[in-house]
């Protein structure tokens, strides 16, 4: 019985020898974020502290732009390595993102050339319906429907919608 024993509490120990050659050769703990900026090629995270390897900078926490601002404000050269890198990785990030989008379909019309609807359209005669009821239940300033930006938002929610004018609105109130 004593084999047995030894041989399995050899095999804990080698398992746990694995365990934490691992967690050491990683950089960081099994537990907590993966650290993946290349800020963290000059720093290391113990004990809610990062360290920076260059200096003996300490800052509390693994905030990215804190420890960004000490390089370059401290190390100018390790500073620039981490920023090219960054914006190769994020590069390579939107490219991917541009390649999976890249399969969608595209709508081969052109939504802004919809044609306006027809103006005794069942539709456009509904909309102005509920305008004319906007507009006479609220404060609404008939000359909105004149404003550029007001005429934008209307177009962005309808495209196919064109609003009446002043007056028009004036009389669908008056009918409501």
Known sequence: M???NDSEDETNRMD???????ASTSGRSRRGPRKTHPIWDFFVYENGRSSCTICSYQ????????????????HRKQHQEVANKK???????DQKK??????????????HAALKY??????????????ALFAGCTSFAYHLVECTEFKEFVLALNPRYE???????KKFVARV
Do not use: W
């Open 98 to 111: 541009r390649k999976k989008n890249a399969k969608q379909r595209t709508i081969n019309f052109p939504v």
């Open 118 to 131: 027809a103006k005794d359209s069942s539709h456009k005669r509904m909309i102005d319906e509920h305008l």
């Open 163 to 169: 609003l009446p004018c002043r007056e028009t609105l």
């Open 2 to 4: 004593d084999s047995s």
């Open 59 to 74: 800052a509390k926490g693994a905030y990215t732009t804190t420890l960004m601002n000490h390089l370059s404000s401290k």
């Open 16 to 22: 746990e020898e694995v365990v934490a050659t691992a």
């Open 87 to 93: 914006a190769k990785d994020d590069g390579d990030r």
